[in-house]
């Protein structure tokens, strides 16, 4: 059964740094690369990071040298650490495999909200 289930998040200052969590099941965390996606108000769903199961990392320009992607393969966890917010890294955030893989179930979120 595929489960994915993020959290960390919140609201936070501009400048400010969260660290969200990412436990998937195993059948698609040992196989996979995988990614941290978010999505904005009125915007569509984005890839910000991407790790792959031997840890090579790829970054979206517009969180490039804030955001760190992770992975504890013995907890079957991913991670995002987030540092510098700023206000247009408010959306929701999600984790799944990476992109160019078959996804068909999403997991429920988890909300940023960067705001003085």
């Known amino acids: 059964q595929v489960q994915l289930v993020e959290s960390g998040g919140g609201l936070v200052q501009p400048g400010g740094s969260l660290r969200l969590s990412c436990a998937a099941s195993?059948?698609?965390?040992?196989?996979?690369?995988m990614a941290w996606y978010r999505q904005a108000p009125g915007k569509q769903r984005e890839p910000v990071a991407v790790i792959t199961r031997f840890g090579t990392t790829n970054y979206a320009d517009s969180v490039k040298g804030r955001f760190t992607i992770s992975r504890d393969n013995a907890k079957n966890t991913v991670y995002l650490q987030m540092n510098s917010l700023k206000p247009e890294d408010t959306a929701v955030y999600y984790c799944?495999?990476?992109?160019?893989?078959?996804?068909?179930?999403w997991g429920q979120g988890t909300q940023v909200t960067v705001s003085s």
């Open positions: 195993g059948s698609i965390f040992s196989i996979n690369a």
């Open positions: 799944n495999k990476a992109p160019g893989y078959s996804i068909s179930y």
